[in-house]
């Protein structure tokens, strides 16, 4: 039998601007995972999926080519030329929400690509994994920027281009986050579909919000190098605004955010595609208490908090 997992992930800055060619910045969520486990089945059984906490029991040689589980199966067997029917079961755990801009789908895919190399004892390079898992994500998104299945398949701090190579940054003190969910599933379909017509009605007015954005990240990205949390704050908040200039916020999601800085977090913004999913705010390890507290009563659903550690 072997067991491997993959963690979900928070985008820190940069989200929707990234699917236009500006970078963005994510970061693993370790606290939140998925595990694929593969056992040897009885031969001519051939190789089941069984994704319990999706509803979801597959038999490989029967699923569809669009079937996400089945095409990452498929995918991975492929990669590392073995059976391509081979006599499996890969049971699928996740307890990362779905719809939620946690990563979950990458998060599935990652840890089922990493228990079928490993139980070949073949692992496959981070840059693989995530090659792999992208074609996953395009079944859930249409035209994915790349940056979630990245940063889950790294699963470092990630600084994401589209077409180019991504960079693990360079993180100068331990960051404390507080990763607040809304409960409202947001499909990210449809909030990356009306931000395209946004950008189709008018392009110079979006495209001088995505260069803002990317500026934005350009800062946020020197701010975690010097680990500067206060710069990082104010920096989330603009990225927040920009995004509700976007259309991608919602009336809870700014109520939340505003619940969080007044609580004395050093800033917090919708995280993911927007209109519901989660919001992270930034703060000081002795301040998470009263954000998260504030969190909950101003309508949070799930409220945890995460780490980002410094180098070394
Ligand atoms: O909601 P999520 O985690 O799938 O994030 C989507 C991020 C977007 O920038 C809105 C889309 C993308 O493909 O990068």
Not at 122 to 139: F, K, N
């Amino acid at each position: 039998m072997t067991k491997a997992s993959a963690s979900g992930k928070v985008i820190l800055f940069g989200e929707h601007a990234v699917v236009y060619g500006r970078p963005a910045i994510a970061a693993p969520v370790a606290s939140l995972r998925a595990w694929a486990t593969v056992t040897d089945a009885r031969p001519g059984c051939g190789c089941s999926v069984e994704a319990s906490d999706l509803g979801r029991q597959l038999l490989l040689a029967d699923a569809p080519p669009d079937d996400p589980l089945a095409l990452i199966v498929r995918l991975t067997l492929a990669e590392l030329h073995v059976d391509p029917q081979p006599d499996w079961h890969i049971a699928v755990r996740s307890q990362i929400p779905i719809a939620s801009g946690l990563g979950s789908g990458a998060a599935v895919s990652t840890a089922i690509v990493r228990a079928v190399a490993e139980h070949v004892q073949r692992p496959l390079a981070s840059a693989i994994v995530a090659r792999l898992v992208y074609e996953t994500e395009r079944l859930y998104h249409g035209t994915p920027s790349g940056i979630d299945n990245t940063v889950v398949a790294y699963e470092r701090p990630m600084y994401f281009t589209v077409g180019r190579e991504p960079q693990m940054i360079s993180v100068g003190a331990d960051l404390a986050l507080v990763i607040a969910n809304t409960g409202v599933a947001s499909p990210t379909k449809i909030a990356v579909g009306d931000v395209r017509k946004a950008w189709q009605r008018d392009p110079a007015t979006v495209n001088g919000t995505f260069d803002a954005i990317g500026e934005i990240v350009a800062s946020a990205r020197k701010a975690i190098a010097d680990g500067d949390a206060e710069s990082l704050g104010s920096l989330m908040n603009e990225n927040q605004r920009l995004l509700e200039s976007l259309g991608v916020s919602s009336p809870l999601l700014g109520r939340l955010c505003a619940a969080a800085t007044e609580a004395g977090a050093f800033g917090a913004k919708l995280s993911g595609a927007g209109r519901g999913g989660c919001l992270v705010a930034l703060i000081t390890t002795e301040g998470v208490a009263p954000v998260m507290a504030a969190l909950r009563s101003a309508g949070a659903v799930g409220v945890l908090e995460t780490h980002i550690a410094a180098d070394g």
